[in-house]
């Protein structure tokens, strides 16, 4: 069972902020929130990951709810480079990741 | 620095031949992963070995086999191709066992089998 929720879809203009949501409402304690996004059949990539506290990167900032119920991630300048598949992945200490089917953005001119 | 190379890019296989598919990183990880992906589907994991030596069933371990022939390499084998195995192939890899590292991914094998 998925232990994550994302819209299917998204579309987002060039040059705004693409915020996408993931709802996780059984997270476990020990559970970090990953964000992985995949461009054109490529090797996911690596974005970001917090447990509890928002975190800022190069590429993206997590926004987690203080219930750690659902977690935003925004590309705060998005382009079309960003067009991909984003995964939000939850992964407890000795877990696997488990990939969903994630949300696909968008990015249009 | 090439991270996770993976070989071939793409193969063809008639049903019920073998291969095997070869994956090596250059990041001195102890963590080496393999995913397929079905279209329009997320990764599942095949198998995965957390450490030179040992290797460990995942989601869809049926019709494979794995070897960590060393640190730097982790090999899939398909013995016998079914059509159902269609499917991207990825490898990954992560510095330490069940931690909270982030795994790299290889560019994929894209298999077809007929």
């Known amino acids: 069972d998925a232990k994550t929720t994302q819209p299917t879809s998204m579309d987002c203009a060039e040059g705004r902020a693409a915020n996408l949501p993931c709802n996780h409402s059984?997270?476990?304690?020990?559970?970090?929130v990953y964000w992985y996004r995949q461009i054109h059949s490529q090797g996911p990539q690596y974005i970001i990951h917090?447990?509890?506290n928002n975190e800022t990167n190069e590429m993206a900032s997590l926004i987690i709810t203080e219930d750690r119920k659902s977690s935003t991630l925004i590309l705060p300048h998005a382009t079309l480079r960003d067009t991909a598949v984003y995964y939000c992945?939850?992964?407890?200490?000795?877990?696997?990741?488990?990939f969903g089917p994630g949300t696909r953005l968008s990015v249009l001119p | 620095n090439a991270g996770v190379t993976q070989t071939p890019k793409f193969q063809v296989l008639k049903t019920g031949q073998s291969m095997t598919l070869q994956c090596a990183q250059d990041?001195?990880?102890?963590?080496m992963y393999w995913y397929r992906q079905d279209p329009g589907m997320g990764l599942r994991l095949i198998y995965y070995?957390?450490?030179?030596?040992?290797?460990d069933k995942g989601e869809v371990p049926n019709g494979y086999n794995v070897s960590r022939l060393n640190k730097r390499e982790f090999s899939l084998r398909l013995e016998s191709a079914a059509p159902s195995q269609t499917s991207v192939y990825f490898c990954?890899?992560?510095?330490?066992?069940?931690?909270?590292?982030?795994?790299?991914f290889g560019p994929g094998t894209r298999l077809t089998v007929l």
């Open positions: 990954a890899s992560s510095d330490r066992p069940g931690s909270f590292d982030e795994q790299f």
């Open positions: 990041m001195n990880h102890n963590s």
């Open positions: 070995s957390a450490s030179e030596g040992t290797t």
């Open positions: 059984t997270i476990s304690g020990n559970e970090y």
């Open positions: 917090g447990l509890k």
């Open positions: 992945i939850l992964k407890g200490y000795g877990q696997n990741f488990v």
